[in-house]
């Protein structure tokens, strides 16, 4: 604004602004960038990295600055036809000894989740894809209302997270409400 009213600009000036844009970087565009983008990737299997490149001049560019590595390379010795990732479930024992552990975790992720209380579910605040998991309106990307699951009218779970990430969420859940559960992960046959 200074150079367009004709005012000059300090160097100080352009080095303090150069640190708050990077501080806003930082702290409020890349974790948002690494919020829609991580769980898309973590379902491929081999290395990669991407290149992010803003210009006011041509926008946003997300290039990949290497080739991906082979999965050849990550699994020597295993044929790629019969590569097969462990899968893990989710197992969780509620303390009347019933058990919930269904081969699609996001079951088992709600079906904690209505136990422990939808409303007290929301209060903890636990976040995913920029809004709460519980919330009262479908997310405003179309692509991701497949992820909400009803649990009432009107009222969605978020199940857009990894295994990983459910089960610390349902960990969390059962110590910030002591409900105790028994939460473990296990490896599918």
Same mark, same amino acid.
């Given at each position: 604004?200074?150079?367009?009213?004709?005012?000059? @600009?300090?160097?100080? =000036?352009?080095? $303090?602004? $150069?640190?708050?844009?990077?501080?806003?970087?930082?702290?409020?565009?890349?974790?948002? %960038?690494?919020?829609?983008?991580?769980?898309?990737?973590?379902? /491929?299997?081999?290395?990669?990295?991407?290149? @992010? *490149?803003?210009?006011?001049? #041509?926008?946003?560019?997300?290039?990949?600055?290497?080739?991906? %590595? =082979? &999965?050849?390379?990550?699994?020597? !010795?295993?044929?790629?036809?019969?590569?097969?990732?462990?899968?893990?479930?989710?197992?969780? *024992?509620?303390?009347?000894?019933?058990? &919930?552990?269904?081969?699609? *975790?996001?079951?088992?992720?709600?079906? @904690?989740?209505?136990? $422990?209380? *939808?409303?007290?579910?929301?209060?903890? !605040?636990?976040?995913?894809? !920029? =809004?709460? %998991? %519980? &919330?009262?309106? /479908?997310?405003?990307?179309? =692509?991701?209302?497949?992820?909400?699951?009803?649990? &009432?009218? !009107?009222?969605?779970?978020?199940?857009?997270?990894?295994?990983?990430?459910?089960?610390?969420?349902?960990?969390?859940? #059962?110590?910030?409400?002591?409900?105790?559960?028994?939460?473990?992960?296990?490896?599918?046959?």
């Amino acid at each position: 604004m200074l150079e367009t009213l004709g005012l000059p @600009v300090s160097n100080e =000036q352009l080095i $303090a602004i $150069a640190q708050m844009e990077k501080e806003y970087l930082r702290d409020e565009i890349i974790p948002l %960038i690494k919020q829609e983008l991580e769980p898309m990737v973590k379902k /491929l299997r081999n290395q990669f990295n991407l290149k @992010v *490149v803003y210009s006011k001049e #041509n926008g946003l560019d997300i290039q990949l600055s290497e080739p991906a %590595i =082979q &999965s050849a390379n990550l699994f020597p !010795g295993t044929d790629e036809r019969n590569y097969r990732k462990k899968k893990y479930f989710i197992r969780v *024992v509620f303390p009347n000894n019933r058990v &919930s552990c269904h081969k699609i *975790v996001a079951n088992t992720f709600v079906d @904690v989740i209505k136990y $422990a209380g *939808v409303e007290n579910v929301e209060r903890l !605040g636990i976040m995913a894809l !920029g =809004q709460n %998991i %519980i &919330s009262n309106t /479908l997310h405003e990307k179309e =692509q991701y209302h497949p992820y909400q699951r009803e649990v &009432s009218p !009107g009222v969605y779970v978020n199940t857009f997270l990894d295994t990983d990430k459910k089960y610390e969420v349902l960990k969390m859940i #059962n110590r910030e409400l002591n409900l105790n559960l028994t939460i473990e992960k296990v490896l599918s046959d």
